[in-house]
């Protein structure tokens, strides 16, 4: 197996929380895989330009891009190993928590951390990243981050639905993780690779949770540094 994930000019440390939903899944599952580090500039060359974006998984024959679709592909691929998703109502919760991430956090995530993101990456793809994301916000990209302090409560609020789940519970999925897990995860941990600013308080149950994540699958997630 290869996984194509996105790095920037320190290839050991691959950020993209889309990417590390496929790591995380893959772990969940016990595969051994090759990770192929890539840059932004060499998304378009990844196994024929089969997708804009990454991750991209190739297992012998089949080459499946989008990571929930990875997900997908090794529930079936490999059912004898640790299920992702317990079932249809797994996979129907999975996409609404992938809903709620990604409008709810990543918005934020991504504005907050822009910055410090530029400054992973190399020269080439730091011109690129620039030009495209100044064209998004409508605004230098040393603008967008301004005021993230002030913003910080409102998005700590935002938690307040994992939170009250975790209070219950270790992990979304229960007793154990599930891909809804590494799905939120992910967030946190592109978050915590790609920037200093600290988004979650020590004290909360989330910060907790992440901790817990964070061990998981031999530490495969704390294996990368934080940027703190």
Do not use: N
């Not at 691929?77 to 928590?97: D, S, V």
């Not at 600013?197 to 004290?203: G, N």
């Amino acid at each position: 197996m290869r996984l194509y994930e996105l790095v920037g000019a320190d290839e050991a440390r691959p950020f993209s929380p889309h990417c590390w939903k496929a790591r995380m899944a893959l772990a969940h599952k016990g595969l051994e895989f090759t990770a192929v580090p890539t840059r932004y500039l060499e998304i378009a060359g990844v196994e024929r330009g089969v997708s804009p974006t990454l991750p991209v998984l190739r297992d012998g024959d089949r080459v499946v891009a989008d990571s929930f679709r990875i997900a997908l592909y090794l529930e079936e691929a490999y059912p004898e190993r640790p299920t992702l998703f317990a079932g249809e109502g797994g996979k129907a919760m999975a996409r609404f928590i992938e809903g709620w991430s990604q409008t709810q956090l990543h918005t934020v995530i991504v504005a907050a951390a822009l910055l410090d993101i530029h400054e992973m990456l190399g020269a080439e793809d730091q011109a690129y990243f620039r030009s495209s994301r100044e064209k998004r916000y409508g605004r230098k990209l040393e603008q967008v981050p301004v005021g993230r302090e002030e913003r910080l409560a409102e998005f700590r609020s935002r938690l307040e639905p994992l939170r009250s789940v975790l209070k219950q519970q270790p992990f979304i999925g229960g007793d154990g993780p599930l891909f809804a897990d590494h799905i939120v995860f992910s967030a946190f941990q592109w978050a915590r690779i790609a920037s200093p600013f600290k988004f979650v308080a020590d004290d909360d149950p989330v910060a907790e949770w992440i901790g817990r994540c964070l061990e998981l699958y031999g530490g495969i997630a704390r294996s990368v540094p934080s940027a703190a």
